[in-house]
């Protein structure tokens, strides 16, 4: 469920070449994966965080809020140190970045579908120091997740109105997240985010 068909089609090609017997949806906004969900008993669901409307983090917990078994493997084109994190604590059962997928999509969905994780080394390795790590978390990892992608859009150079139509939100509701931002990080302005999000490598 990625909002690219290209992608779309080359990510299906794969797991058709595979599992040969498979039945394949394909839906190209949040609310189309999550009508495709609830409407018909599917074995796994292939999720881009970035989609039109909603984001995947969104689509992820109302999929765990309704279908808590089914397992979702999660695709970004985000490194994920930004976003491995968040969505397994979110209930994913797996994290991979688009580059890799070619190679290691077929094993991360036998894996979930075998009712295992996938994750790859470096995020094993972040996971098991974020568990041990006692020191106080850093500022954008206090932010939600829907914070922390208008964070990202904020230090990306856009403007409150550009983000509201990009995440189909009110600019009153962009504002709002943007004074949380600031609020929950200690900082004063937008040059300031911008600042933070380039010295903690935070753009996408």
């Given amino acids: 469920m990625d909002d690219h068909a290209v992608v779309r089609q080359g990510l299906k090609q794969i797991l058709a070449d595979e599992f040969k017997r498979a039945v ?5 906004n ?7 969900v609830w409407k018909q008993p599917w074995d796994v669901v292939v999720l881009d965080i970035t989609m039109p409307g909603r984001s995947g983090l969104e689509v992820l917990r109302e999929i765990k809020r309704s279908r808590s078994n089914l397992p979702v493997l999660v695709l970004s084109m985000h490194p994920e140190d930004q976003f491995g994190m968040r969505v ?14 070619p190679q290691e999509l077929v094993g991360a969905v036998r894996k979930v ?3 295992g994780r996938y994750m790859s080394p470096s995020l094993v390795e972040r996971m098991a120091s974020y568990l041990a790590e006692d020191t ?17 859009l904020i230090a990306s150079g856009k403007t409150v109105s550009e983000i509201a139509e990009q995440l189909s939100l009110s600019v009153k509701t962009i504002s709002t997240y943007r004074t949380r931002i600031l609020e929950k990080t200690g900082m004063k302005n937008n040059a300031e985010l911008m600042r933070y999000a380039l010295e903690n490598e935070l753009l996408k």
């Avoid at 394949?24 to 190209?28: I, K, L, N, P």
């Avoid at 949040?30 to 495709?36: P, R, V, W």
């Avoid at 397994?88 to 059962?93: C, D, H, P, V």
């Fill in 24 to 28: 394949f949806g394909e839906a190209c």
């Fill in 113 to 115: 579908l075998a009712g």
């Fill in 88 to 101: 397994l604590k979110a209930g994913a059962s797996g994290y991979m970045n688009k580059e890799s997928a």
């Fill in 136 to 152: 106080t978390k850093p500022p954008h990892e206090r932010l939600s997740d829907r914070e922390f992608l208008v964070l990202q």
């Fill in 30 to 36: 949040a609310q189309e994966a999550l009508n495709f």
